[in-house]
């Protein structure tokens, strides 16, 4: 089993930064794969992006490639994610996820567990 908490979330105002912190607990090695998704009213979940713990390597989906960093602390079981020039169409509630025992980044349906979300808003 793998616990998530988000933190970091909050107000801002259109161009400005955003760090997000998600400390993993239990079983964290088995975690290939972690990454970050987020949700909007009305929207489908999207996925921003993930990271492979073996390499830490990470991909991200277009919407935020560019502008959105995802990162790892081996040491203190914690992922970011950097987020600088925020818009009002990244407001949403944003989640960490974790792979778990045998899953990878390149599954479709990567994410077993999950954070119970912090939210973000930027206003115009």
């Known amino acids: 089993q793998v616990q998530l908490v988000e933190s970091g979330g909050g107000s801002v105002e259109a161009g400005g930064s955003l760090v997000l912190s998600c400390a993993a607990s239990g079983t964290t090695a088995i975690n290939y794969c972690m990454g970050w998704f987020r949700q909007s009213p009305g929207k489908e979940r999207e996925a921003l992006g993930t990271l492979y713990t073996m390499d830490n390597s990470t991909r991200y989906t277009d919407s935020v490639k560019g502008r959105f960093t995802i990162s790892r602390d081996s040491a203190k079981n914690t992922l970011y994610l950097q987020m600088n020039n925020l818009q009002p169409e990244d407001t949403a509630m944003y989640y960490c996820?974790?792979?778990?025992?045998?899953?990878?980044?390149?599954?479709?349906?990567?994410?077993?567990?999950w954070g119970q979300g912090t939210q973000v808003t930027v206003s115009s």
């Open positions: 996820a974790a792979g778990g025992r045998g899953s990878y980044c390149w599954m479709k349906q990567w994410a077993n567990y």
